[in-house]
């Protein structure tokens, strides 16, 4: 079966410091893989994919992501921590043989980033 | 118009009545999809249309739950004889043609309360 586990419901980090947001996956193909933001009071917003081709992906606000097949992993990274970026973060999954268009997310990782 | 929209933001009924949530996708898109956000849960996939075909409702929770798209735009989730454990926030996104590869973008969400 399909599926996205973030393992960490919350992270804390101060501000200026690197940040990790972690997802792992399981799926029966090749995956697309997605991280979503959302705000409070807003909906899901799109940081960043990974579809083929260079394992570091790089998307919206300063944020990257590393694809790991071999630990079927989907790290979300950020060198340096904003407090505005104090959010909700989605991984999401697509199997691309499974015929579903359908996205499978994570439960969420609600990141705090201290002042 | 410039992003998917939802209406109402916010819906409060009693047990047993009868909703329905609209959504207005990007101009333009062909492919709608709705999930539900309860809370401390992920998303959780409900149905997919591409134009006005649904070819996945695999999330549909029951029978109590429809949805009709007309014109290959506006789209409406119906609940029938709504149930306390309706209450979440229903998010519709959209994508330009129903690729794996393409970016969903999503509404505000409706806040549904059911009493």
């Given at each position: 079966?399909?599926?996205?586990?973030?393992?960490?419901?919350?992270?804390?980090?101060?501000?200026?410091?690197?940040?990790?947001?972690?997802?792992?996956?399981?799926?029966?193909?090749?995956?697309?893989?997605?991280?979503?933001?959302?705000?409070?009071?807003?909906?899901?917003?799109?940081?960043?994919?990974?579809?083929?081709?260079?394992?570091?992906?790089?998307?919206?606000?300063?944020?990257?992501?590393?694809?790991?097949?071999?630990?079927?992993?989907?790290?979300?990274?950020?060198?340096?921590?904003?407090?505005?970026?104090?959010?909700?973060?989605?991984?999401?999954?697509?199997?691309?043989?499974?015929?579903?268009y359908k996205y499978?997310?994570?439960?969420?990782?609600?990141?705090?980033?201290?002042? | 118009?410039?992003?998917v929209?939802q209406?109402?933001?916010?819906?409060?009924?009693?047990?047993?009545?009868?909703?329905?949530l609209r959504c207005?996708p990007?101009?333009?898109?062909?492919a709608l999809y709705w999930y539900r956000q309860?809370?401390?849960?992920?998303l959780e996939f409900l149905i997919y249309f591409?134009?006005?075909?649904a070819?996945d409702k695999s999330g549909l929770p029951?029978?109590?739950f429809s949805a009709e798209r007309?014109?290959?735009?506006?789209s409406t989730l119906t609940i029938?004889?709504?149930?306390?454990?309706?209450?979440a926030v229903y998010l519709c996104a959209s994508?330009?043609?129903?690729?794996?590869?393409?970016?969903q973008?999503f509404g505000?969400g409706t806040?549904l309360?059911?009493?």
């Open positions: 079966a399909q599926s996205v586990a973030q393992p960490e419901d919350q992270v804390n980090v101060a501000e200026g410091n690197p940040l990790t947001v972690k997802c792992t996956y399981s799926v029966s193909g090749n995956p697309y893989l997605f991280w979503y933001v959302q705000y409070p009071n807003r909906g899901l917003q799109f940081l960043l994919k990974y579809i083929t081709g260079d394992n570091l992906v790089k998307g919206s606000y300063g944020f990257e992501a590393e694809f790991n097949k071999s630990q079927t992993s989907f790290h979300l990274k950020k060198p340096s921590a904003l407090v505005s970026d104090s959010a909700l973060y989605f991984c999401a999954v697509r199997d691309r043989t499974s015929g579903t499978i997310f994570g439960t969420g990782t609600r990141l705090k980033v201290l002042a | 118009g410039a992003g929209s209406s109402p933001s916010n819906k409060v009924t009693e047990k047993g009545k009868d909703v329905e207005d990007i101009s333009g898109h062909t309860s809370l401390g849960q992920g591409q134009g006005n075909s070819p029951s029978d109590r007309t014109g290959g735009s506006v029938q004889r709504t149930q306390q454990e309706d209450s994508s330009l043609g129903g690729n794996f590869q393409e970016t973008y505000p806040r309360l059911v009493l």
